[in-house]
């Protein structure tokens, strides 16, 4: 059997009004992933335990069988790994994202969580001067994808408490700074950051094209190196994992999957769809199992894009989905497992906890399922309806009731 598990990130939704009360993911035309919902166990998911950050992080980790209440330390940890980054014991490390600050009727507000989604080379630029100016024997800073970067403060305290910025969007952020311990470092940090970005000739040319200027950090998302038994280990199966961002890479190597890189794979509407289908069908030729994670879906629902979410469902439906149907059965026997590892609507422009639409289909046991798959599968008896996410993975390998989850 080869397992395949597909992860939309962030693409179920709420009923918007301009779509009549319905949901993108009702309006798009989506006829392979509808065709799976008629052929499958259908129902909802609560990826998300209650009490947590409603984040990637810890919904992919529930998705994979670990459970967040015992294995999550934080966010960072996991994309520092996916960087090839190894955290010491008494090192701590934050995302440090490139963001937009503006006034705001006089407050200075966060006016863009990605610094106009600033490119890959333009960042490097900015964090090589943040790291020349502000990194040293305690601190450093490692350039990531886009807008997504790393610092790992050594000897870094336990306990700050930090905010991401995409959930304080358009808000002042003098409410919103790292507090908690090592408070006054942190803030420093960041204000130093906005002078030397400000300045930089990088940010300059950006306005000159009339592009938001990437001119501060926003370091959130702390923790230590977390403790994780490995997939293979915990399942007896060889895996891979494909994704553009860093986090989910992060948790796939500290689990021991194989990471299967795809050639303009972006985390944005503009990826490598086809690339994505194409690569794991080539991996699951050797591995029994593939993690394949799509962000664009997220970054529409964060810009509150409700014609591009729809089409960046569309493009998953049929760029991945599609393809995924047309190359699996010569591989033989296998099982999908579809499901959003959280909502970002429209609306709220953020993550929300809110239990998600999933599907477990099965080649060689089709059974009467739903006739679409939308946020329909969310209501009512469903014959798939986990409260504890991490229980789904062993559910989607067929184990023994409880065997393999911890
Ligand atoms: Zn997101």
């Known amino acids: ?72 330390t934080g966010r960072s940890p996991l994309e520092a790994a996916s960087m090839g980054i190894e955290l010491g014991p008494d090192d701590v490390a934050f995302r440090c994202n490139l963001v937009t600050l503006a006034r705001r009727h006089g407050d200075l507000a966060m006016a863009d969580y990605s610094g106009g989604h600033i490119s890959s080379k333009e960042a490097a630029e900015l964090m090589k001067t943040v790291d020349e100016h502000l990194g040293g024997a305690e601190l450093a800073f490692y350039p990531g994808k886009m807008y997504r970067h790393l610092m790992v403060w050594h000897g870094g305290p336990e306990g700050c408490r930090t905010t991401p910025p995409h959930d304080i969007l358009d808000q002042p952020i003098a409410g919103y700074l790292p507090d908690g311990a090592g408070r006054d470092r942190l803030r420093h940090l960041i204000a130093r950051s906005a002078d030397l970005l400000s300045a930089h000739p ?45 986090l989910v890479l992060g948790i796939g190597r500290h689990l021991g999957l194989r990471i299967i890189d795809v050639p303009g794979a972006t985390g944005f509407t503009d990826t490598n769809y086809e690339g994505k289908a194409e690569y794991a069908l080539k991996a699951l030729e050797e591995l029994d199992f593939v993690y394949v994670h799509v962000e664009a879906t997220d970054e529409a629902g964060h810009m509150g894009d409700l014609e591009g979410k729809i089409s960046a469902i569309e493009d998953f439906d049929r760029r991945v989905v599609q393809r995924l149907l047309e190359g699996l059965p010569r591989l033989g026997p296998h099982r999908i497992l579809l499901l959003p590892d959280h909502a970002t609507p429209v609306r709220l422009r953020t993550h929300c906890s809110d239990p998600v639409p999933a599907l477990i289909y099965t080649s060689t046991h089709e059974v009467a399922g739903m006739p679409a798959y939308d946020e329909h599968l969310l209501e009512g008896e469903c014959p798939l309806a986990m409260t504890a996410g991490h229980e789904l993975m062993a559910h989607f390998l067929r184990l023994p009731h409880g065997a393999g989850v911890r």
């Open 1 to 72: 059997m080869k397992y395949i598990v597909l992860v939309p990130d962030g693409m179920s939704d709420l009923p918007v009004a301009e779509l009549g009360e319905r949901t993108p993911l009702e309006v798009a035309a989506t006829p392979a992933m509808d065709w799976l919902a008629r052929r499958g166990e259908c129902g909802r998911v609560q990826t998300v335990p209650p009490g947590f950050e409603p984040g990637s992080d810890v919904a992919a980790l529930s998705i994979l069988g670990y459970d967040p209440r015992t294995c999550y």
């Open 202 to 246: 990088v940010n300059a040319r950006r306005q000159a094209q009339g592009k938001a200027p990437a001119n501060s950090i926003w370091l959130w998302g702390e923790g230590k190196a977390p403790h994780l038994q490995p997939f293979a280990q915990k399942y007896g199966l060889r895996g891979g994992v494909i994704s553009a961002v860093d």
